[in-house]
């Protein structure tokens, strides 16, 4: 269903296709009882501005016609309006994408979407490194905190803009070790208890009826809105 909505998104160029699969997404979080509020808002709150970046020069520079000019000399400096749709239409795009990773991340379990890469074929290594990653990510940042909550505690007074650098490189070299460290005796540990590079799970997942239909339905989806985006 992801892979499909995904494909089907990154394929349209009509604005009113990717409307509606925003529609459907925003069906299917609330059908997973998420809070619609957040749901939005985690989408929608940095993507204007990230793409934002990326898309403003194709504004000015998609030519005939503008929207309006601003004389610069010699130079006119005019929004295009092409260009403005284009901006309008990736953003979109890009909008609906982030929905469905969001969606996808809040409503399946971690060790489901392991599995699922596994399902289709992602190399081992890959998957380790991302199951790896993101267990002991919070650990380091945990460790992070507590060493700038312990500094903070143990200063007194205000410090020099060198004695505040020298203490955050100091900091990142020790987590670097840390990290090093960490690594060597988590490896030791899994080889010790015959890891041989091999993902295992205890959980065996089988397609029941609800989720063959919901594959034929969200790929009927991906296919009308791919189809009907050449004619819209």
């Known amino acids: 269903m992801f892979l499909a909505l995904i494909l089907a ?8 296709i990717l409307v509606a699969l925003y529609v459907v997404i925003l069906g299917v979080a609330y059908a ?6 957040f749901f939005v808002k985690r989408v929608w709150l940095g993507i204007p501005f990230f793409a934002g970046i990326v898309i403003i020069p194709s504004i000015f520079i998609a030519g005939a016609p503008y929207l309006f000019q601003i004389p610069l000399g010699p130079i006119h ?3 295009s309006i092409p260009g403005l749709f284009s901006a309008v239409v990736f953003v979109a795009r890009v909008g609906v994408c982030v929905s469905l990773a969001v969606l996808l991340v809040l409503t399946t379990p971690w060790a489901d979407l392991l599995k699922s890469l596994q399902a289709v074929y992602v190399p081992q290594v ?7 990653t993101y267990r002991y990510i919070f ?3 945990h460790t992070a905190n507590g060493m700038f909550e312990a500094h903070k505690s143990r200063t ?3 410090t020099q803009g060198n004695e505040h650098r020298r203490w955050i490189s100091g900091s990142m070299g020790y987590l670097m070790n840390r990290s090093f460290k960490m690594s060597n005796d988590v490896y030791a ?10 993902i295992r799970s205890y ?9 063959w239909i919901a594959l034929v339905g969200s790929i009927g989806v991906a296919v009308a809105a791919i189809v009907a985006g050449r004619f819209i």
């Open 9 to 16: 998104a990154s394929l349209s160029r009509s604005l009113v």
């Open 32 to 37: 997973s009882q998420l809070p619609f509020d």
């Open 77 to 79: 400096l005019g929004v």
């Open 126 to 132: 890959f998957i380790l490194l991302l199951s790896m």
């Open 139 to 141: 650990l380091f940042l």
């Open 156 to 158: 007194v007074g205000r």
């Open 189 to 198: 540990a899994m080889s010790a208890r015959g890891f041989t590079g091999e």
């Open 203 to 211: 959980s065996a997942y089988h397609m029941t009826m609800t989720d």
